[in-house]
């Protein structure tokens, strides 16, 4: 079987799912760092593997601008091409219509974008779209979706479903076709925070019977009580014993509360956002904010239950030093210990699940708040 549960918890929604793929087999939850342009900001595909990192999602639209999808197959695909043997997902490009210096504009075709790199003006249609992701060669597409900002007009938001549906169908129809490298496809629910939206988005995608579905348009700067109301009703429409994916959303707390929910993976720029930031998660002493100056002389590790390069390495004192003097390499240190971070969560949220005891470790992550 593609997908099967091997735990459910009893008090919560909470699950784990054998994930398997053409690049392997992992379980969920699992939190995907962002490699949108085949790298990580700061961090490569060899760090990556110090680091416990089993997935990661790209843009494949990004890539087809540059190096080209056919460069990136030419190369053997996006596995070889960045040289990082887990599981790779690749975004559609519907979310760079939030990009002003990309997005030219969106009819029933598709989405037209400027190519920053020459200049030239190009339409994503979800066939080619679908090509595109095929070419790359990752393990799992996601459908082209036409994703509205926050806050939307209820017109764009009817518009922007009845897109996403349409879409769908000629991507699946596409896909279907044209899949020979046994690539998974991800279907995406839009209808923002629009509760009979995201209803008939939901319910509509579920025939079409996607291998696993993701919650697109949210986590978006629209207030999180609506995001979980949004959330819950498109969960209830999507067919149950399939993986779903909260696209975008970051937060430690907020991941255990989605996963409470029957969320499985996740991909977020926030731990490393909150790192070039200086701000680090710890199990030991909840967040830390290492410019601060109580740091200067402080000889810890940044957590001391922690066994990341970072913190096998170096002191607080050391990284508050970095940080004093403007050293860029601080950005990648504190990178790299956050994202190891959350991969010890999606641990021991897995581990929490298997013993029943997945009600606490969510108690627990208020403190990361
Ligand atoms: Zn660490």
């Given at each position: 079987m593609q997908f099967e549960i091997i735990a459910q918890d009893k008090k919560t929604k909470a699950r784990i799912f054998k994930f398997k793929t053409k690049s392997g087999t992992i379980k969920t939850p699992f939190f995907m760092p962002v490699a949108t342009k085949a790298t990580g900001k700061f961090y490569d595909s060899n760090d990556m593997k110090k680091i416990k990192v089993k997935a990661i999602i790209a843009n494949a639209l990004l890539l087809s601008l540059e190096p080209s999808a056919a460069v990136i197959k030419s190369l053997g695909g996006i596995h070889r091409f960045m040289n990082f043997k887990g599981i790779i997902f690749t975004d559609s490009g519907g979310f760079q219509m939030y990009s002003e210096h990309l997005f030219l504009g969106?009819?029933?075709?598709?989405?037209?974008?400027?190519?920053?790199?020459?200049?030239?003006?190009?339409?994503?249609?979800?066939?080619?779209?679908?090509?595109?992701?095929?070419?790359?060669?990752?393990?799992?597409?996601?459908?082209?979706?036409?994703?509205?900002?926050?806050?939307?007009?209820?017109?764009?938001?009817?518009?922007?479903?009845?897109?996403?549906?349409?879409?769908?169908?000629?991507?699946?129809?596409?896909?279907?076709?044209?899949?020979?490298?046994?690539?998974?496809?991800?279907?995406?629910?839009?209808?923002?925070?629009?509760?009979?939206l995201r209803k008939i988005c939901a319910k509509k995608l579920s025939t079409l019977k996607f291998p696993?579905?993701?919650?697109?348009?949210?986590?978006?700067?629209?207030?999180?009580?609506?995001?979980?109301?949004?959330?819950k009703v498109t969960l209830k429409h999507i067919p149950e014993k399939t993986p779903k994916y909260l696209m975008g959303l970051g937060k430690p707390y907020q991941l255990l509360k989605a996963i409470s929910l029957g969320i499985d993976i996740f991909d977020s720029?926030?731990?490393?956002?909150?790192?070039?930031?200086?701000?680090?998660?710890?199990?030991?002493?909840?967040?830390?904010?290492?410019?601060?100056?109580i740091y200067k002389d402080d000889k810890n590790p940044i957590d001391k239950t922690c066994n990341c390069p970072v913190c096998q390495n170096y002191s607080r004192a050391y990284l508050h030093h970095l940080i004093k003097i403007k050293e860029p390499n601080v950005k990648r240190l504190l990178s790299l210990h956050n994202l190891y971070f959350y991969q010890c969560l999606m641990e021991k949220a897995q581990e929490s699940i298997e013993e029943n005891k997945f009600h606490k470790l969510l108690e627990e992550s208020k403190q990361w708040n």
């Open positions: 969106v009819n029933e075709n598709g989405i037209r974008f400027r190519n920053p790199f020459t200049g030239q003006r190009i339409l994503c249609t979800p066939e080619k779209d679908m090509q595109i992701q095929l070419d790359i060669g990752s393990d799992v597409a996601m459908c082209l979706d036409d994703m509205p900002l926050y806050p939307a007009k209820k017109e764009r938001l009817i518009q922007s479903v009845k897109r996403t549906i349409a879409w769908a169908i000629r991507c699946k129809r596409y896909h279907d076709k044209h899949n020979n490298i046994n690539q998974l496809l991800f279907g995406i629910v839009q209808g923002g925070t629009d509760n009979s696993g579905y993701a919650i697109g348009g949210l986590a978006i700067g629209e207030p999180e009580n609506l995001m979980w109301q949004a959330t720029r926030y731990p490393t956002k909150t790192a070039r930031h200086n701000q680090v998660f710890t199990f030991s002493d909840s967040t830390l904010k290492l410019q601060r100056k």
